[in-house]
């Protein structure tokens, strides 16, 4: 097995609560899995983590082998190779495509390249031509999908999906749904929560359980 | 950000057009209140200015203000009338080249109905115990200008430590106290030349003692001591002062009329 | 009654007719307040923001001071730069006192807690999500934060507006260190305050006007940026 994350004794608290309490867990590189437990169990809470945008209270993530440094520096570089979709996404006050072209600026892509990514992820999404949308002005199901295809126009090594589909109509469910399974073929490690408890069986992959922070 | 930046620019582009009108040289003057109130420095700077492509900046405050803003050196010359403070501003090093200027003289002036009849009186300091008597309400400048100076060695000639409810401490200058005191009708010290400017349409009040030798008001320009403050722009002070004493100013003040009365007197050479 | 609808035609004329002492008044302080902020916008709003979003001792401190200063009173703010900028002070050789430069120290100085303030409030009622979507979709901390910011510029431009509100409204400063000076350093507050003492009722009258104008305008940017 080709290790991407490895996380040992890592422990989440928030005050007294220990929210996360994850023994030892290896993720694999070009895998799909779904994270599933209950409210509250700690899905969301782990997926920041795996984002390197909070550190653990206590304990080891390694990734890529060696463990997580949480500087500033060393960050950077990190949370370049991998994108967390929010549960309730927040889009800039902007248009569409400012939203999704976000990720790409900051990685110095621009111009016709920029232009062209961004448009295939909107397609990918199922909303082509809406570039030009304000993002404020967006239904609850297009904000996710627009959120979608500004995680998925990076083309991030690690794709970290939290319930992704839960606002999505039937249709557009089932559309991306076969965007999310094909991701893993070309090498994105995509891992993603659900409260759909046929979700996991119809994606196949690896399915975490939580159970109140631990794994199941 | 780009409305931001927009914004921004937009102000510094305002920002730059309000201030791109000042360049010339400028020349600091400290002053009393009654040169700017009485209208005479809008006909006396103007010329000067002009001739020398300078601005005046006038700080208009009391001639006890207007001194120790010269002794602190943040002007360059000095335009008051206490002579005794101006001596021992010029006693102290902090200005040279005194030069007399002009002169007028306080009347007092008060309602018409001269409730306390000190037009009866034969000297300021008999009007002034009289008003004292009657409880008449009398504004002080009570700001240690040139005027104030002069009220207090009035008070102290006629033996009286002016106090109680009638007896009112303005703080202002010499064309607010005047508002005041006919919003109040009160009688008041004032320069026959702030007063002048404000005869008719801004006061209703009248001269109600006038004439007396000690009311008589000299003004004189001091250069701030270039010694003591290096900075100060001694050779514009003294073209200045030259301008003020010599016979164009000279003309310029002797013919300044307010109401179609003459405002200040020159000294005949 | 007859004065009184008199001192507003003339008012009014003088408006009209762009009377040079009402256009000096309301142009020095139109540019006096303008530069004043801008010096506030470039230290307040970078420190409201730095304050909001970094985490440290006497971080509470800093907040407490910063709603002090933004009681400060004007005359205080003005004693303290006269003593400071007056040929006697530590910075007397700049020859500042007097000039509209001095007022824009004394109004820069007023102004800075405002922006500070208002930046900080807006920066701490900030969606918490802004700052790790920026972060997750690959920005550095500074870009970061310069997206906050620029998804909180209706919030920010209030603060300046804010700012400049306060400033161009004020009078103890401009007086203390400007002094009034007749078409150099006479602003509206000024001349209102001078002015009208020595009767120049009309001018004044016609300064106040614009003077309320201009904060009509100001509080209707206010309230329409606070609506966005
Ligand atoms: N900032 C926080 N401060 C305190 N407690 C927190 C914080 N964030 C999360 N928690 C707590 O941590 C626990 C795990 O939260 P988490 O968001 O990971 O749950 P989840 O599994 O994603 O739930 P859901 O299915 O509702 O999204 C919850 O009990 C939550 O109340
Ligand atoms: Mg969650």
């Known amino acids: 097995m080709n290790e991407l994350y490895h996380l040992e004794s890592i422990r989440k608290c928030y005050g007294e609560r220990t929210v996360l309490a994850i023994d030892d867990l290896a993720l694999a590189a070009g895998k799909l899995y779904t994270l599933t437990g209950a409210n509250g169990s700690g899905k969301t809470t782990l997926l920041t983590l795996l984002a390197f945008l909070a550190p653990p209270s206590s304990g080891e993530l390694r990734y890529g082998g060696k463990p997580v440094r949480w500087t500033n520096a060393a960050l950077l570089s990190l949370r370049r190779q991998v994108t967390l979709l929010h549960q309730s996404p927040y889009l800039f006050n902007g248009s569409v495509f400012a939203n999704i072209a976000f990720g790409l600026k900051m990685r110095g892509i621009r111009g016709e390249e920029r232009r062209r990514r961004v448009e295939r992820s909107l397609e990918q999404v199922g909303l082509p031509g809406f570039g030009h949308r304000r993002a404020r002005e967006l239904s609850g199901g297009e904000s996710q999908r627009v959120a979608m295809a500004r995680a998925l126009v990076l083309e991030p090594k690690v794709l970290l999906l939290d319930e992704p589909l839960a606002n999505v109509d039937r249709a557009t469910c089932e559309h991306l749904e076969q965007v999310i399974v094909s991701l893993p073929g070309n090498g994105t490690t995509v891992i993603m929560t659900t409260h759909d408890p046929e979700q996991p069986h119809r994606l196949g992959g690896k399915q975490i359980r939580l159970v109140t922070g631990k794994l199941a | ?269 | 009654m007859g004065f009184l609808s008199d001192t507003f035609s003339t008012a009014l004329d003088l408006i009209a007719s762009f009377d040079p002492d009402v256009v000096n008044a309301v142009s020095t302080s139109l540019g006096v307040a303008l530069w004043s902020i801008l010096f506030a916008t470039l230290a307040g709003v970078p420190a409201g923001v730095v304050v909001g979003v970094t985490e440290f001792p006497g971080k509470r401190a800093v907040i407490t001071l910063l709603n002090t200063l933004m009681a400060l009173p004007t005359v205080v703010v003005g004693l303290a730069v006269y003593g400071i900028i007056s040929r006697q002070g530590p910075l007397g050789e700049l020859g500042l006192l007097f000039t509209p430069k001095a007022m824009v120290i004394g109004q820069t100085i007023l102004a800075i807690p405002i922006v500070a303030n208002y930046t900080l409030g807006t920066v701490k009622g900030a969606d918490p999500r802004i700052v790790p979507t920026a972060l997750t979709l690959g920005a550095g901390p500074l870009q970061s934060i310069r997206q906050l910011v620029q998804e909180l510029r209706f919030g920010i431009m209030a603060a300046v507006i804010a700012g400049f509100g306060r400033v161009v409204a004020e009078v103890g400063v401009a007086m203390m260190l400007g002094g009034n000076i007749r078409g150099y350093t006479r602003t509206m507050t000024t001349a209102i305050a001078m002015e009208t003492g020595k009767g120049e009722f009309a001018l004044g009258l016609a300064l106040g006007l614009i003077l309320m104008g201009v904060a009509l305008l100001v509080n209707l940017f206010l309230n329409i940026l606070q609506q966005r």
């Open chain 2, 1 to 269: 950000m780009k409305s931001l930046r927009g914004a921004f620019l937009a102000i510094i582009a305002l920002v730059v057009l309000c201030s791109a009108a000042s360049a010339e040289e400028r020349l600091k003057m400290s002053t009393t209140t009654s040169t700017q109130d009485s209208g005479l420095l809008r006909v006396l700077l103007p010329p000067f200015e002009k001739e020398n492509n300078v601005k005046v900046d006038v700080i208009a405050v009391g001639t006890g203000q207007a001194l120790k803003i010269g002794e602190a050196g943040d002007v360059d010359v000095v335009f008051v009338h206490a002579r005794k403070l101006e001596d021992k501003f010029v006693a102290n090093g902090f200005g040279v080249n005194r030069r007399d200027v002009m002169y007028n003289d306080f009347v007092i002036i008060g309602p018409k109905s001269d409730p306390a009849g000190i037009a009866r009186a034969k000297t300021a300091a008999e009007a002034l115990r009289m008003i004292a008597a009657k409880g008449a309400t009398f504004i002080s400048r009570g700001d240690k200008s040139g005027t104030h100076v002069k009220e207090k060695e009035l008070w102290q000639a006629a033996g009286i430590q002016p106090k109680g409810s009638w007896y009112i401490e303005a703080g202002q200058g010499m064309g607010p106290v005047i508002t005041m005191a006919t919003e109040r009708q009160a009688y008041t010290l004032a320069d026959r030349g702030t007063y002048n400017a404000y005869k008719g349409t801004k006061t209703d009040l009248v001269i109600n003692f006038q004439g007396e030798k000690g009311l008589f008001n000299a003004y004189g320009v001091i250069a701030v001591n270039p010694k003591k403050f290096p900075h100060v722009k001694y050779d514009l002070a003294m073209k200045f002062i030259d301008f003020v004493t010599g016979p164009a100013g000279q003309k310029i003040i002797a013919g300044y009329k307010a109401h179609g009365e003459p405002v200040f007197f020159i000294y005949k050479k």
